[in-house]
C-alpha cells in the first residue's frame, strides 16, 4: 500500500511564494516520476511541472522562471517551489507520483490536492 500526501497550500499575496511538498509512504522501490498538476473548478487537470528519475524537469509555459519542481529521494518527497505567485496560479494542486514496487511493477497513485490562493 502506497500513500501520497500533499502539504504546504495555502493563501498567499500576488508576488509571494509557497513550498508544496509531496511525500509518498509504504511499499516503495523507487519513484520513477513525479508530477505537479492543478484543477480550477469547471477545468481540467492540467500539468504544471514533472520530473523523471535520471530526467530533466519540464514546466508549463505559464509557470517557466517561477516554479521549480524537485525531489529528495532520501525521503521519497518531492517540492513545488512557487515563486512570484499570480492569481491566475489559484487552484487546486496534486501530486502525480509513479511508483516501483519492484523491479516489474509500477503504479500511478495521486494526492488528495493542496489548494493554494493567491489573494490580495
Known amino acids: 500500500q502506497v500513500q501520497v500526501v500533499e502539504s504546504g497550500g495555502g493563501l498567499v499575496q500576488p508576488g509571494g511564494s509557497l513550498r508544496l511538498s509531496c511525500a509518498a509512504s509504504?511499499?516503495?522501490?523507487?519513484?520513477?516520476?513525479v508530477g505537479w498538476y492543478r484543477q480550477v473548478p469547471g477545468k481540467q487537470r492540467d500539468l504544471v511541472a514533472g520530473i523523471r528519475s535520471g530526467g530533466n524537469p519540464n514546466y508549463a509555459d505559464s509557470v517557466k522562471g517561477r516554479f521549480t519542481i524537485s525531489r529528495d529521494n532520501a525521503k521519497n518527497t518531492a517540492y513545488l517551489q512557487m515563486n512570484s505567485l499570480k492569481p491566475e496560479d489559484t487552484a487546486v494542486y496534486y501530486c502525480n507520483v509513479e511508483i516501483a514496487v519492484d523491479t516489474a511493477h509500477h503504479y500511478v497513485y495521486w494526492g488528495q490536492g493542496t489548494r493554494v490562493t493567491v489573494s490580495s
Open positions: 509504504g511499499s516503495i522501490f523507487t519513484i520513477r516520476a
